[in-house]
């Protein structure tokens, strides 16, 4: 995706900012005031996904969110730098060059593993929060099937391009409701708009092809800082014990389990995850008030 060519009636542009922070030329939305919020999205989302949760968390907080390399409106600058490992440092990187210290690093799903990965890093985080957080091995057939499938995708120059020849409203919808969640028109009309796109669906290929949990999950006692794991019920996509597992060897984790919503929980119910984020985060360091 272009932007701004293709940015009509995407989420919270007024937001937007394209910075360059090489290898990446990346799409980052900023907004409030305050400690703050970095926000990443899961394996084929963008910056669309925390549209709910992104102005809810800006009236107390500077919130920055950002799109991953290659899907949404960042352009990819490095097809190899798409792994676990790889998009940390990157995203690091950006976050230097820009002077953001977050307090805290929110991340849906595989954007959980992200922000854990770096938080081995120095200076840590003040904080991870993952919702959803995809810290666990796909379970039967998908175990050995998902990631061969990825690997054979991503390096067949067109598998893109036949995955967004028949990416439909019906298809994208049922894909959704296998997740556990239900989205209102509009959410599933803008992952309609990112499985049509080539480049996201190239990136995404790309990104599972090279991820790679072991070491993530090795470290895990390593990562000394506050950890909020918030799950959903209803998630099918990733298991709430997966993130119960993780909690087990994280030295200062909490398990949230929300009734009622699936792997899509803050964009399902953004006001309720902000406030048990904002809860959270005040039991951690009282929250400042936004200018």
């Not at 470290?219 to 950890?227: E, G, H, S």
């Not at 597992?245 to 994280?250: K, S």
């Amino acid at each position: 995706m272009r932007f701004p060519e293709d940015a009509t009636n995407w989420p919270l542009t007024e937001h937007s900012r394209i910075i360059l922070c090489r290898p990446h030329r990346w799409h980052v939305q900023v907004a409030g005031q305050g400690p703050l919020l970095l926000l990443i999205h899961g394996a084929g989302g963008a910056t669309q996904s925390f549209r709910g949760l992104f102005p809810i968390l800006a009236r107390h907080h500077r919130v920055v969110a950002i799109d991953l390399p290659g899907q949404g409106f960042t352009r990819i600058g490095g097809r190899q730098r798409l792994g676990l490992d790889t998009m940390a440092e990157d995203i690091g990187k950006l976050l230097a060059q820009e002077g953001w210290r977050p307090q805290a690093i929110i991340g849906h799903s595989a954007g959980a593993a992200i922000a854990l990965r770096m938080a081995m890093e120095d200076p840590p985080p003040g904080g991870v929060i993952g919702i959803n957080a995809a810290l666990g091995k796909f379970r039967g057939v998908a175990g050995w099937l998902f990631p061969l499938m990825a690997k054979v995708l991503a390096f067949n120059p067109f598998s893109a391009n036949m995955f967004t020849a028949t990416a439909t409203p019906a298809s994208v919808g049922k894909l959704l409701k296998g997740t556990g969640s239900t989205l209102d028109p509009e959410g599933e009309a803008l992952y309609l708009r990112l499985a049509q796109d080539r480049g996201h669906v190239d990136a995404t290929l790309s990104m599972m092809a090279q991820w790679d949990l072991d070491d993530l999950l090795a470290a895990l006692p390593t990562i000394d800082v506050p950890v909020l794991l918030i799950t959903g019920g209803r998630d099918t996509a990733v298991p709430p014990e997966t993130s119960v597992q993780a909690a087990r060897d994280l030295p200062q984790a909490t398990v949230l389990d929300l009734d009622g919503l699936g792997h899509l929980a803050h964009e399902e119910a953004p006001e309720r995850i902000a406030a048990e984020i904002m809860s959270w985060l005040d039991r951690q360091t009282p929250r400042q008030t936004a200018l």
